[in-house]
């Protein structure tokens, strides 16, 4: 097990490795705490790179795509980019048509971090975001810290303190193929232990109902091809041209696994483990051919998003995203590999 800076890129971007004794390995940047290789062995033992990218370090410094990257202050979207809290009106960027999207115009994923390297096996990265920054109150203290385990697990802690009152749901927006090729992940089975998903208008936007998945084109309760039911003419979907969805996790305990994703060429398995209540299943809709180390097309990669509810704020029946004073945000997302 070995964690190490491998180099420093001409725009100034530290570049980390952290491998462990199998030769999983992943690469981390200090800029947007992203994740920008992560290696892992297929069912022939070759190491396939499993997330989108870009092959110069560099080149995430105008990435609008948020690949591999540490979302925040809140993740998903805010209606309209507008909230109250402790009786004061706030306005955010409307990044996103009307309303405000994955933390802002220079969130978190677009942030230089300080990093530290914590033992063999692990990077911490760490920022303080100051009062008003993108809009959102409080002087927030941030540090998310990537640890590789030799049973081929890649654990994400979360931590975030802030000296007012404020609103915190931060996630990692990793592009998946697990069969590394990025050329399509229909074929790709998911299985996501959610019976319900919070119901969205035309802006992909949630107000507070929930719709039970079971029997429909939105129920992967069971391992099923992302494409099986991708292309049903039905309002979701085509709201969000493919998956785009919050599904609200069944409750269970944090060692339960909430979600997976099976790599049909590669046999490559990957199992998603997290203490928040919700995962983001997004299927690359908007990718329309980026360019980076592969060509990034439509529906050629998928996002699991650890989250809270998007739009909490706004949505009194949703878990609350308010982070006070005093109090520590910490949470904890891993995602396995193996071979199946
Ligand atoms: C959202 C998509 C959005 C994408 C941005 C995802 O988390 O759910 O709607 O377009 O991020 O790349």
């Known amino acids: 097990?070995?964690?190490?800076?491998?180099?420093?890129?001409?725009?100034?971007?530290?570049?980390?490795?952290?491998?462990?004794?199998?030769?999983?390995?992943?690469?981390?940047?200090?800029?947007?705490?992203?994740?920008?290789?992560l290696l892992v062995k297929d069912k022939n033992g070759e190491l396939v790179d499993v997330v989108a990218g870009y092959d110069d370090q560099d080149e995430y410094k105008s990435d609008a795509c948020y690949f591999g990257a540490l979302i925040g202050r809140v993740g998903n979207r805010i209606e309209k980019g507008r909230f109250r809290l402790?009786?004061?009106e706030y306005s955010l960027?409307?990044?996103?048509?009307?309303?405000?999207?994955?933390?802002?115009?220079n969130g978190f994923n677009k942030k230089e971090y300080n990093a530290e390297i914590v033992g063999a096996s692990s990077i911490k990265f760490s920022r303080i975001s100051p009062n008003g920054e993108e809009g959102y109150p409080g002087t927030m203290t941030v540090a998310v810290t990537y640890t590789l385990l030799n049973d081929d697990a890649l654990e994400i802690l979360y931590e975030a303190t802030s000296d007012k009152t404020t609103i915190c749901s931060l996630t990692n927006h990793s592009y998946f193929n697990l069969n590394g090729d990025f050329e399509s992940v229909l074929e790709h089975d998911v299985c996501l232990k959610a019976s319900c998903l919070t119901d969205v208008d035309g802006e992909?936007?949630?107000?507070?109902?929930?719709?039970?998945?079971k029997g429909t084109p939105y129920d992967f309760t069971a391992p099923k091809k992302v494409g099986r039911d991708i292309e049903c003419?039905?309002?979701l979907l085509n709201v969000a041209r493919g998956y785009d969805f919050n599904y609200v996790l069944d409750k269970g305990s944090a060692d339960d696994v909430k979600a997976y994703a099976h790599g049909d060429k590669s046999g490559i398995l990957m199992q998603v483990f997290t203490d928040r209540p919700c995962i983001q299943f997004y299927t690359g809709n908007f990718l329309d051919g980026v360019k980076g180390k592969k060509t990034y097309g439509y529906q050629s990669a998928l996002c699991l998003e650890t989250q809270g509810y998007p739009n909490a704020i706004n949505v009194p029946s949703f878990d609350s995203m308010v982070l006070k004073t005093g109090r520590k945000y910490q949470t904890k997302t891993k995602y396995v590999f193996s071979v199946e």
Request: net charge negative; glycine share 14%; charged share 25%.
């Open 1 to 37: 097990m070995k964690a190490e800076l491998i180099k420093t890129t001409a725009g100034g971007i530290k570049v980390f490795a952290i491998e462990n004794d199998n030769g999983m390995r992943v690469e981390l940047l200090s800029y947007g705490a992203i994740i920008s290789k």
């Open 204 to 213: 992909l936007i949630p107000h507070g109902e929930l719709l039970n998945v």
């Open 86 to 88: 402790d009786g004061a």
């Open 233 to 235: 003419d039905d309002r």
């Open 93 to 105: 960027a409307h990044n996103d048509g009307n309303n405000h999207l994955h933390g802002g115009v």
